[in-house]
């Protein structure tokens, strides 16, 4: 089965290719190239579901290159400018990955570290990548003023914890 599947994906790729080549179709790799990342990214997902969820070790490389190929793509189309905020999703794609590899092949529940930790590393960079300029001002000073206030301003007893 996987034989035949891999048979049709290479004629199918083979024959765009030659079309391509005799000027009967136009490819215009410019924004495409990052499906050569989210196709085989999707063929890992494929390959894992449709035969029978053995080796669930493929979906890691395969929701790794899915998340950077979908990521590639979108600043593709809209602007490598985006790149410099979005540049947490990086770390987020091992995380998606392992994330995958947790849900489906077996619930090991060590993988939920590092899937947790990378996950709240891009989240945090990110929202500091969504705060900047104003609204990252604007942050600050809320921070200031309530760390003013756990000082020095907060009424009631005093008590001898951190808090």
């Not at 070790?57 to 809209?78: A, E, Q, R, S």
């Amino acid at each position: 089965m996987e034989r035949r599947f891999a048979g049709v994906m290479l004629l199918v790729v083979g024959a765009v290719l030659a079309l391509g080549a005799l000027g009967l179709i136009t490819i215009s790799m410019y924004y495409l190239w990052p499906l050569f990342m989210i196709v085989p990214g999707i063929l890992f997902h494929v390959r894992f579901f449709m035969f029978g969820g053995r080796d669930p070790g493929v979906l890691v490389p395969g929701g790794v290159l899915t998340v950077i190929g979908c990521l590639f793509l979108f600043c593709n189309l809209f602007g490598w400018g985006m790149l410099h905020g979005l540049w947490p999703i990086f770390v987020l794609a091992p995380a998606v990955g392992l994330f995958e590899l947790y849900l489906f092949g077996g619930r090991n529940p060590g993988l939920l570290v590092p899937v947790t930790v990378l996950t709240l590393v891009a989240v945090v960079f990110l929202g500091f990548n969504a705060l900047n300029g104003m609204f990252g001002g604007i942050l600050g000073l809320v921070l200031v003023g309530v760390g003013a206030w756990v000082l020095f301003g907060r009424g009631g007893k005093k008590k001898d914890s951190f808090f």
